[in-house]
T-cell receptor
Framework: SQKIEQNSEALNIQEGKTATLTCNYT??????LQWYRQDPGRGPVFLLL?????KEKRKERLKVTFDTTLKQSLFHITASQPADSATYLC??????????FGAGTRLFVKA | GAGVSQTPSNKVTEKGKYVELRCDPI?????LYWYRQSLGQGPEFLIY????????DSGLPNDRFFAVRPEGSVSTLKIQRTERGDSAVYLC????????????FGPGTRLTVL
């Protein structure tokens, strides 16, 4: 069956450290993969998109990698801040219009 | 410019009742999506509109769910004979073209079926 797996356990890190979140998928061949941030009571906010032929994408303190052989994407936040605390969602698109989301990983950054 | 708005923000109804949830997308966005999100889960795709037509409604769970977008802008998600299992946050998103494009989400409508 098709699955997107994100670590269901919350990630707790100290301010200033790099947070690394993992997204693994099975039985998909995504055309591209996206990462979203979601705060409580709000809709997801788009952060980064990476295509199947790209290995890495950066935006300010954010970095995403995409390994289609391992079927894995890693999402990094460098120099993390308490304001980065949120749930981060991985989402796949296989080329059609349907976007498939993972369950998300909660990140807590302690001051 | 306004983002995606959804009304109501909260809706409490009784089992068996009919509800309508409204989505106002960003002006000029041709693509509109509805998702459902249960606690601790990611958004689950329901339906996608390109203009006025439903291009993909494969995520609608059953025939009690229906959505329209008559003028290619505002969309309404309609749920008949609501069940307790329909309780969730219903999210709407819009994007400029629907191709490889950023989706902008609204704040959602929290539906509670008693």
């Amino acid at each position: 069956s098709q699955k997107i797996e994100q670590n269901s356990e919350a990630l707790n890190i100290q301010e200033g450290k790099t947070a690394t979140l993992t997204c693994n998928y099975t039985n998909y061949s995504p055309a591209y993969l996206q990462w979203y941030r979601q705060d409580p009571g709000r809709g997801p906010v788009f952060l980064l998109l990476i295509r199947e032929n790209e290995k890495e994408k950066r935006k300010e303190r954010l970095k995403v990698t995409f390994d289609t052989t391992l079927k894995q994407s890693l999402f990094h936040i460098t120099a993390s801040q308490p304001a980065d605390s949120a749930t981060y969602l991985c989402a796949l698109n296989t080329g059609g219009f349907k976007t498939i989301f993972g369950a998300g990983t909660r990140l807590f950054v302690k001051a | 410019g306004a983002g995606v708005s959804q009304t109501p923000s909260n809706k409490v109804t009784e089992k068996g009742k009919y509800v309508e949830l409204r989505c106002d997308p960003i002006s000029g966005h041709t693509a509109l999506y509805w998702y459902r999100q249960s606690l601790g889960q990611g958004p689950e795709f329901l339906i996608y509109f390109q203009g006025t037509g439903a291009a993909d409604d494969s995520g609608l769970p059953n025939d009690r769910f229906f959505a329209v977008r008559p003028e290619g802008s505002v969309s309404t998600l309609k749920i008949q004979r609501t069940e307790r299992g329909d309780s969730a946050v219903y999210l709407c998103a819009s994007s400029l073209t629907g191709e490889i494009d950023t989706q902008y989400f609204g704040p959602g409508t929290r539906l509670t079926v008693l």
